[in-house]
């Protein structure tokens, strides 16, 4: 099957500094990919989409600039937080859609191992 | 917005025994997608449906949707050990197709396989 990962696996951070977190297909090419995040025994939240080359789309209630996104190329999306807050400290998982432009095939997506970050 | 249940919560089931999870969307669903989760861990992709009435098989796991694409089940034949871990349901927004947008999840169902 496909194959995404995510690095780093884990980060702790200090409160007011940002951290990346990279998103990469590595054996496929992803238009979109997807950012979601998941506090403990919680589900998972969609954040954004990323399509490759155009600006990211964020959830309601999701700050657009305290969460960066950038989907440089068809295998690479990074996600930064911005000055970090405790509250910030979570899973963040993404999900890579490979590659089609039928509006009507359901694709399948596949996810990355997840960046657990806490922000001390 | 859709909102998916999942049921049960948790189940603990004796090694070899057969299990069904169920998934029930309040919306009509686009697409379906089964995932498995070990806590703290990603996501392993097991199954995708579409259409209404489909129905597939790997392995020992089965899922089907439901001709009114609103409710989907996995079953687990002969559960094992491996089987341990928090399953997941994820629907596809239609809003504009091609299973584009991101997914919705279920709060999970997280399967313990006594031995």
């Known amino acids: 099957g496909a194959v995404v990962s995510q690095h780093p696996s884990w980060v702790i951070c200090k409160s007011g500094t940002s951290v990346k977190i990279e998103c990469r297909s590595l054996?496929?090419?992803?238009?979109?990919m997807f950012w979601y995040r998941q506090f403990p025994k919680q589900s998972l939240m969609l954040m954004a989409t990323?399509?490759?080359?155009?600006?990211?789309?964020?959830e309601q209630g999701v700050e657009k600039d305290k969460f960066l996104i950038n989907h440089a190329s068809l295998t690479l999306s990074t996600l930064t937080v911005t000055s970090a807050h405790p509250e910030d400290s979570s899973f963040y998982i993404c999900?890579?859609?490979?590659?089609?432009?039928?509006?009507?095939?359901?694709?399948?997506?596949?996810f990355g191992p997840g960046t657990r970050l806490t922000v001390t | 917005s859709q909102e998916l249940e999942q049921s049960p919560q948790s189940l603990i089931v004796q090694e070899g025994k057969n299990l069904t999870i169920n998934c029930t969307s309040s919306?009509?669903?686009?697409?379906l997608y089964w995932y498995k989760q070990k806590y703290g861990e990603g996501l392993i992709f097991l199954m995708m449906?579409?259409?209404?009435?489909e129905e597939k098989s790997h392995e020992k796991i089965t899922a089907k949707l439901d001709e009114k694409k609103q409710q989907s089940s996995l079953h687990i034949t002969a559960s094992q050990p491996s089987h341990a871990g928090i399953y997941l349901c994820?629907?596809?927004?239609?809003?504009?197709?091609?299973?584009?947008?991101?997914?919705?999840f279920g709060k999970g169902t997280h399967l313990i396989i006594q031995p």
């Open positions: 999900s890579a859609r490979s590659m089609g432009w039928d509006s009507f095939q359901l694709y399948e997506q596949y």
């Open positions: 054996d496929f090419q992803a238009t979109t």
């Open positions: 990323s399509n490759e080359g155009s600006k990211a789309t964020y």
């Open positions: 919306k009509t669903l686009y697409g």
């Open positions: 449906l579409q259409k209404g009435g």
């Open positions: 994820g629907a596809a927004s239609s809003s504009s197709g091609g299973g584009a947008d991101g997914l919705t």
